[in-house]
């Protein structure tokens, strides 16, 4: 069965520097992965998503994430934070099939910016 | 943008009692799924629909649980008597039916049960 850990239940970051969150991800072939982020009170909201082709994935509000293989990662980047990006953010994988099924989610890393 | 809607956003229930957890998905969407999020934990797939018919659950969906897609815009979760531990937030979720498309999740229902 597929399991996604992120290590980083918390991470501080100061405004303007830039963030790095991890995620690891189990699963016997080749994974869909997803970034969402849970801002309070609102839903799920997806970042980014790999599924094949360029390792290096863009996503919206200057996001971006890299797929390594060899090290069953998929870390979630940003080069400068925002006040904004405060939330909490999720990695998925989804397994099944010829396209995929369900998400199986970490546990998310809440994201504090500090001033 | 077209989004995904659930009602309430907060349920308050006692245990024992029947709640009923409302979701209107994309209209153009196929699959549709329920989630839940214990307070401090992971999100966790409960269930997934397709076709009219459920494609795939969890453990966590036992017999206490259902779903139905009682006309074409909702998509319900029901749980027929609440345990304390079903306090959760559920999260409904859908997509289209190509492979690698995204779901798309609604705010949430956050259930108390007392």
């Known amino acids: 069965a597929q399991s996604v850990t992120q290590p980083d239940i918390h991470i501080t970051v100061s405004e303007g520097a830039s963030l790095e969150l991890r995620c690891n991800y189990s699963y016997g072939a080749t994974p869909y992965l997803f970034w969402y982020v849970q801002s309070p009170g609102q839903g799920l909201q997806l970042l980014l998503k790999?599924?094949?082709?360029?390792?290096l994935v863009q996503g919206i509000k200057g996001f971006e994430a890299e797929f390594k293989r060899s090290q069953s990662s998929f870390n979630l980047r940003k080069p400068s934070v925002h006040w904004s990006d405060a939330a909490e953010y999720f990695c998925a994988v989804g397994a099944g099939g010829s396209g995929y099924s369900t998400l199986t989610f970490g546990k998310g890393t809440m994201l504090l910016v500090s001033p | 943008e077209p989004e995904v809607t659930q009602t309430p956003s907060h349920q308050v229930t006692q245990m024992g009692q029947e709640v009923i957890l409302h979701c209107v998905p994309i209209?153009?969407?196929?699959?549709f799924y329920w989630y839940r999020q214990i307070l401090g934990q992971k999100v966790e797939f409960l269930v997934s629909?397709?076709?009219?018919?459920?494609?795939?659950k969890s453990e966590i969906f036992d017999d206490q649980f259902s779903v139905e897609r009682p006309d074409g815009s909702n998509f319900t979760l029901k749980i027929r008597s609440t345990k304390l531990e079903d306090s959760a937030m559920y999260f409904c979720?859908?997509?289209?039916?190509?492979?690698?498309?995204?779901?798309?999740f609604g705010p949430g229902t956050r259930l108390t049960v007392l």
């Open positions: 209209s153009n969407h196929l699959y």
């Open positions: 629909f397709y076709n009219n018919e459920i494609s795939e």
């Open positions: 790999y599924f094949s082709g360029d390792t």
């Open positions: 979720a859908s997509r289209t039916d190509r492979g690698r498309d995204e779901q798309f």
